[in-house]
């Protein structure tokens, strides 16, 4: 027995003492394999998954090292069967493995050959494997590489793909030489990334994961596609480029609802690509018809499914996907792993925070009372009107008044999800509104104006989620949002981490209406936050009057880590 700050169990889960002085090393060291379940004041709760091993494995963990981390940071003794159980599970990785072969193009070999039997026989496989080359080996037709790689996924047998990738068309990029460069960790991103071939790259809103992109393509040298969540967000990745690299104007398309522009260096958006006309999807079969050496999926946890089903063809084509966490509800992150890759590079939110290149942010939560006569015809209402009813109860908006007047001079947003609420929010606060219904050209002039400093208030839709650029926003209050999503929770804390020019900490208020399920929610939506470090101070809105300077009284305030 030591004095550890981790508890592990025979179940799998792994419980961390968080005030514990060893908690941030242990954290740092589980963090490669292990999921966070619940983090509440004082013990955080993860759990060791067979993906999250694999991905492990995949990334160059080896078992000894993930031993190492539970027995040295344990507090007791880890049960020898579940070091057993870990070590099992790694070992299945790799057992099949996809290869290039010089005579048959594309095979599955295997390490293990009763494995490979056991996988022949399966149902899930049938179609997608050719004839036996040998006891050990079979051919693989290569449009199905990418759906074999998943199939084999959830068989529970992972194929290590070591078949390698196609150049693709070469085109000549290099990052500009103005006085900027790389970040350390965005250097390391680019070269984990390199390295490895496929995968993706996790690291916070505003951290750059932009710049780490065109790292990537000046390394690899070669034509590019790639995938953004919105028009804005992919005139954004070209006014980067351009700033940023040696590309011009000329070699940079944009594939969008208003431009259809296929050049050397293209942008996409999901949205397009994903728009189906008599049963298929053109606009897929155009990008996919392209000799890419590159693809870029930006905010890759979003991933619709039919992105999922061309990338699987894409499998020889080298793929970085980008996002802030891997953190998808519909619990797709296999696909994320086997279709792009494992992830090349994590760096917590926190680390980064340290080094000065992301705004440290208070979080506080402001609990709101539902009116005694809205009480009950919220209890009698139908299950499916529930979240509407607590999300966007008028209640929240006289708080949302009052949190605006507490920062009169700070750049600020108040997002949210339903239109209606949105609408009565900015008619009261005398702010402009900008929902999927505003055009593209009025979304911009509006983020340029914040940007400039000419207005100091915007109400913003889930647009305004992924990829917005506005570094100087400093202020945001969440009134309702996508129920219980933790990644949503994560990105709209990124609106407001780009590094302030004055060094001030950003504010981030969630307006939560209590004994709903909107409190509910708001726990499970905290939980990817509170794994990375930030705390939620907890208020009650009758209180807001005694908050001074963004921080509550002792006596309201609670804590959730």
Avoid at 75 to 104: I, K, Q, S
Avoid at 333 to 343: A, R, T
Avoid at 488 to 496: C, D, T
């Amino acid at each position: 027995m030591t004095d550890g700050p981790l508890i592990v169990q025979s179940d799998k889960s792994l419980l961390l003492e968080v005030d514990h002085p060893g908690a941030r090393a242990a954290r740092l060291a589980i963090a490669a394999f292990a999921e966070l379940e619940r983090a509440p004041e004082h013990v955080h709760t993860y759990r060791i998954t067979d993906l999250g091993l694999w991905n492990a494995r995949a990334a160059g963990y080896d078992a000894e090292t993930v031993v190492a981390a539970l027995v040295d940071h344990s507090r007791y003794a880890v049960p020898h069967a579940l070091l057993l159980d870990v070590a099992d599970t790694m070992d299945r990785y790799g057992r099949l493995h996809l290869e290039a072969d010089p005579r048959h193009g594309l095979v599955l070999r295997t390490t293990d050959r009763p494995v490979l039997e056991e996988v022949l026989r399966a149902r899930r496989v049938q179609g997608m494997l050719g004839a036996r080359l040998d006891e050990d080996t079979v051919a693989v037709h290569p449009s199905q590489r990418g759906a074999l790689k998943q199939a084999l996924l959830k068989l529970g047998w992972p194929a290590e793909d070591l078949a390698g990738y196609v150049d693709g068309e070469a085109h000549p990029i290099a990052l500009a030489e103005d006085g900027w460069q790389l970040r350390p960790y965005q250097q390391e991103a680019v070269e984990g990334f390199r390295h490895g071939g496929s995968g993706v790259v996790v690291l916070p809103c505003g951290a750059g994961k932009t710049l780490v992109g065109a790292g990537a393509m000046a390394a690899m040298q070669r034509t590019t596609l790639i995938l953004v969540t919105s028009t804005v967000s992919a005139r954004q990745w070209r006014d980067e480029l351009l700033r940023r690299t040696s590309l011009t104007d000329e070699e940079i398309g944009e594939y969008s609802g208003s431009s259809k522009e296929v050049r050397p260096i293209t942008i996409a958006t999901y949205q397009v690509l994903t728009t189906k006309r008599k049963g298929i999807h053109p606009h897929l079969e155009l990008m996919s018809a392209r000799d890419w050496g590159l693809i870029v999926y930006d905010e890759v946890h979003l991933l619709p499914a039919p992105v999922f089903r061309m990338t699987a063809d894409l499998q020889a084509r080298r793929r970085l996907g980008l996002t802030a966490t891997l953190v998808r509800e519909d619990g797709r992150e296999g696909e994320v792993f086997s279709l792009i890759g494992p992830k090349r590079y994590d760096a917590p939110w926190k680390d980064i925070e340290s080094q000065g290149y992301i705004a440290p942010a208070e979080c506080t939560e402001v609990r709101v009372s539902m009116p005694a006569g809205d009480r009950m015809a919220y209890a009698m209402a139908e299950a499916e009107d529930r979240p509407r009813l607590g999300a966007a109860h008028p209640a929240k908006i006289d708080v949302v008044e009052q949190l605006v007047a507490r920062h009169p001079e700070e750049p600020l947003l108040v997002i949210g999800q339903y239109l209606d609420q949105l609408e009565e929010i900015a008619e009261r606060l005398g702010a402009d509104l900008i929902t999927g219904q505003t055009p593209v050209r009025r979304r911009q002039e509006l983020f340029d104006a914040f940007r400039a400093g000419e207005i100091s208030r915007l109400v913003v839709s889930k647009v305004a989620n992924f990829s917005i650029d506005l570094p100087e926003a400093s202020v945001a209050i969440q009134v309702s949002g996508a129920f219980g999503s933790r990644q949503e929770e994560a990105q709209r804390l990124g609106r407001l981490l780009r590094p302030k020019a004055d060094g001030r900490s950003a504010h981030f208020y969630t307006v939560v209406l209590r004994d709903t399920q909107d409190q509910d929610f708001a726990a499970n939506r905290q939980r990817f936050l509170a794994e990375q470090g930030y705390a939620y101070r907890i208020v009650d809105g009758e209180d807001l009057r005694r908050l001074a300077g963004g921080r509550a009284p002792d006596e309201v305030a609670g804590s959730l880590e």
